[in-house]
């Protein structure tokens, strides 16, 4: 194995998430599910928007953009810890890593950004209905969407080419299922100072202030909400409110366990069972959380299903 700065020739070997061999093949079953449902689901989702044109509304196009991240999500993580659960030698290339690293970073930051998105689209939907065609114009959405994939971009370039900078010695075995930053970096022979200060200040930019700017939106729209008079009017809007505060945490909740944490408290058999939820559990979630919590959607599945049925 190479030790210098040619990594290119370095092979890791991923432990996975359980070395106990009883185990490999019911979990392989049960990813594998959890993978269909989330394609399904999600490109269900899509669709079911695109063909029902009452839902070509920002807060929908915000949605088609969550679900088709959701896809990329679990697609850059699903299909190689599959295969992991059934090969011998759980090996990923030194490119490949850097790839899955980069593309894990740049499809979860814009989860992050996206569920951002959305809450100030419900923000301006229930506290200021009257002004709510300005203030979601098209091109104000079409930027925040823009926005949301830049921010994300800039944020995985910085961490892939702070990775990029490292060299690698005799250790090969990432305690991971897939290359995430903080498992490869405890693998490197250098100083990861820069690298840990990054992950750092990204996860906090990318997690501590969206997430206040999420709840601070939900604070003012339960407000707003608690003055509706309408009893239907309440019940709608908390309905519509109450699944992305759902998501919101769930997703959230998991990646701040993760990256937020000293190095010295971090564990990283913990951080992979969290990494679990907002890498498997939230991309299924969500198509499910959206559709079955949201009537219009429902009323579009029940006359999409009627069109084609007869």
């Not at 979990?27 to 490109?43: C, H, I, Q």
């Not at 971090?266 to 919590?293: A, Q």
């Amino acid at each position: 194995m190479d030790t210098g700065n040619s990594s290119f020739m370095l092979e890791f070997i991923l432990v996975g998430l359980t070395d106990n061999p009883y185990l490999q093949l019911p979990l392989f079953f049960l990813f594998l599910v959890l993978y269909m449902v989330t394609m399904l689901g999600n490109l269900g989702l899509i669709t079911l928007i695109g063909l029902n044109s009452h839902l070509h509304t920002p807060m929908y196009f915000f949605l088609i953009n969550l679900s088709f991240i959701d896809l990329c999500y679990s697609s850059v993580i699903t299909p190689k810890m599959l295969i992991n659960f059934i090969s011998r030698k759980n090996l990923i290339s030194y490119i490949s890593c850097m790839i899955q690293l980069f593309f894990f970073c740049f499809v979860g930051i814009s989860e992050c950004y996206m569920l951002t998105s959305m809450a100030y689209d419900r923000y301006v939907a229930i506290c200021n209905p009257l002004l709510y065609n300005i203030a979601m114009s098209p091109k104000v959405w079409v930027n925040l969407i823009f926005g949301s994939y830049l921010m994300a971009f800039s944020s995985a370039m910085a961490h892939t080419a702070n990775v990029l900078r490292l060299t690698f010695c005799d250790a090969s075995t990432i305690n991971h299922y897939f290359c995430d930053v903080l498992p490869v970096l405890q693998l490197s022979c250098t100083r990861t100072i820069v690298n840990e200060l990054v992950v750092f200040i990204v996860s906090g930019i990318s997690i501590i202030m969206p997430s206040l700017t999420i709840f601070i939106s939900y604070g003012f729209i339960i407000c707003s909400i608690l003055h509706i008079n309408s009893t239907e009017g309440k019940s709608k809007a908390f309905s519509t409110c109450s699944s992305h505060i759902m998501a919101v945490s769930l997703f959230f909740g998991s990646c701040a366990f993760m990256y937020l944490q000293p190095s010295s408290a971090r564990s990283m058999n913990e951080g992979k069972i969290s990494s679990v939820f907002y890498t498997i559990v939230v991309p299924m979630m969500n198509p499910l959380i959206y559709s079955l919590g949201n009537k219009d959607v429902m009323l579009a599945m029940r006359r999409t299903l009627k069109r084609t049925m007869f």
